[in-house]
C-alpha cells in the first residue's frame, strides 16, 4: 500500500497517507499543519514499519467534521480509521495539537496502543490567559480569514535562526497552513482551548511514553512537554530545534523515533 488514500468516515471524508509494512505507526500533525509535515521522516519510517499519517478533520484533503472537533472526538475518529483499516495495535506520535489528540486517544482507548509520544506537545491545558488568546485568533479569523492567522502563526513555530536558513520549510508550512478549511482552524481553536489537564493519563499510563521537546520552542517550551518525569517515560531535547522539528532537524528527530520503536 502506497500514498494517498481516502476513507468515508461516519463523521467525515478523511485523507491519510499509508506507506510501507511492519508494525503500525501513526503520526498526527499539528494545528493547521497536514500530513505533509511529515515529509522528511516518513521514508525513515516506513522502512521497517507500516506509517499511516492522517490529515486531520478540516486540513489538508479531509473535509470537516460534520460532529466536533473535541479532542475525545477526534481520538473516536482515529479510533474508527483503526477499526476500517483493521488495526488492532500502534504505536502513535502526535505534534503539538496532534499530542492533545494522542492523550486524548490514550486516555480512552489505552488498549489499542504499544505505546505513545508527544512531539513538541504537552498534557497541560490552556492557561486562562492562552484561553483568551484562541478566542482572539477565532475573531481575526472570522474577519480577515485563514491567510492572516497563518502569516502570524507559522514563524513563531520556526527557531530564530531557522526562519533564516530554512526559507523553503517556513514557507512551505505557510502554503500547507492556507489550505487549511475555516471551520477546521476555528474548530480546532476551540478544542484546544476546551481541552483539560491530561497530566493523569502520563502519570497513570504503563504503556512506553515518549516526550520530545524542541531547545529553542516559543510555542510549548521543554518544561511544559516535560510534565512528568517516571521510568517507563523517555525525554529528549532537540537542540535547535523550534516547534517544528520534523522540518527543522529530522536527522535528530527521526533516531529518537526509530529508538523508541526499538530499531
Not at 475518529?77 to 494522542?102: A, M, V, W
Not at 523517555?234 to 529518537?256: D, F, N, T, W, Y
Request: aromatic letters at 6%.
Amino acid at each position: 500500500m502506497m500514498g494517498q488514500q481516502q476513507i468515508n468516515l461516519s463523521n467525515l471524508n478523511l485523507a491519510y497517507q499509508d506507506f510501507g509494512e511492519g508494525e503500525p505507526v501513526v503520526l498526527l500533525h499539528g494545528f493547521c499543519g497536514s500530513h505533509l509535515y511529515w515529509d522528511k521522516v516518513i521514508s525513515a519510517l516506513a522502512n521497517k514499519n507500516r506509517v499511516i499519517v492522517p490529515d486531520l478533520p478540516g486540513h489538508g484533503q479531509s473535509n470537516f467534521s460534520k460532529g466536533n472537533y473535541e479532542m475525545e472526538y477526534m481520538a473516536d475518529t482515529l479510533k474508527e480509521l483503526l477499526d476500517r483499516l483493521k488495526l488492532d495495535k500502534i504505536t502513535l506520535f502526535g505534534h503539538s495539537l496532534g499530542g492533545y489528540i494522542t492523550l486524548a486517544f490514550a486516555e480512552k482507548y489505552e488498549e489499542r496502543l504499544n505505546g505513545f509520544s508527544l512531539i513538541h506537545s504537552t498534557a497541560h491545558p490552556d492557561s486562562e490567559e492562552a484561553k483568551i488568546g484562541r478566542d482572539k485568533l477565532i475573531e481575526k479569523v472570522n474577519l480577515e480569514g485563514v491567510s492572516s492567522l497563518i502569516d502570524e502563526l507559522i514563524p513563531k513555530l520556526f527557531a530564530q535562526e531557522n526562519l533564516e536558513n530554512k526559507v523553503e520549510d517556513v514557507k512551505k508550512a505557510k502554503e500547507i497552513g492556507y489550505g487549511t478549511s475555516k471551520e477546521g482552524v476555528i474548530g480546532m481553536l476551540k478544542a484546544m482551548r476546551n481541552r483539560p489537564d491530561r497530566n493523569l493519563v502520563l502519570k497513570n499510563s504503563t504503556l512506553p511514553v515518549l516526550l520530545i521537546a524542541g531547545e529553542k520552542d516559543q510555542v510549548i517550551p521543554p518544561d511544559r512537554t516535560f510534565s512528568v518525569h517516571k521510568e517507563t517515560i523517555s525525554q529528549v531535547l532537540i537542540q535547535g530545534a523550534g516547534h517544528m522539528s520534523m522540518m527543522e532537524k529530522p536527522k535528530l528527530l527521526i533516531p529518537e523515533i526509530q529508538k523508541f520503536l526499538k530499531y
